[in-house]
């Protein structure tokens, strides 16, 4: 096994833990300062289908994870570089879909923290995750990994 292969790119696990922390603080800060989005019943729908875009994109970038038998933990090392599926559009759908989840969440039910939630969680991510994560696969995969960085957005938008 080479160094490579020994090193991961974090050693916590930032991206689950910023969702849950964001999502708590949303729940809370709506009971205790609420900060309503609009309640237009059409406003609503589109939460909704914001927030099951969200969690299909999410199962589905995990089931393409799985396919490929790599690792899903985003602390752990990388064993493959998935660049089909939802990978192809995005390097990172997990958390495009984690924040399309929180802000879904938040329109739906009419608390705005969930969206100030979700930009600030991306943020957080992709300085804490994401840039870590772009390193060790640079590493680990080389030219591959360059070559797909060059084709595919970060997010999902160059």
Not at 86 to 92: E, K, L, M, V
Request: proline fraction near 7%; aromatic fraction near 10%.
């Amino acid at each position: 096994m080479s160094v490579s292969d020994k090193t991961r790119p974090n050693v916590l696990p930032w991206p689950p833990m910023l969702l849950g922390i964001a999502a708590l603080a949303s729940i809370g800060l709506g009971w205790l300062a609420p900060l309503p989005a609009p309640s237009a019943r059409w406003v609503s729908l589109l939460g909704g289908a914001l927030a099951l875009l969200g969690l299909a994109l999410d199962v589905w970038a995990i089931l393409t994870m799985r396919s490929a038998k790599t690792n899903i933990l985003p602390h752990r090392a990388a064993d493959r570089l998935v660049t089909w599926g939802p990978f192809g559009f995005s390097r990172n759908p997990i958390y495009l879909a984690n924040t399309w989840l929180l802000a879904g969440i938040g329109l739906a039910f009419g608390n705005a923290w969930f969206i100030v939630f979700a930009l600030l969680s991306a943020l957080a991510v992709d300085r804490l995750a994401i840039r870590r994560e772009e390193r060790h696969l640079a590493i680990r995969f080389g030219n591959d990994w360059i070559e797909y960085a060059a084709q595919t957005p970060r997010w999902l938008i160059r």
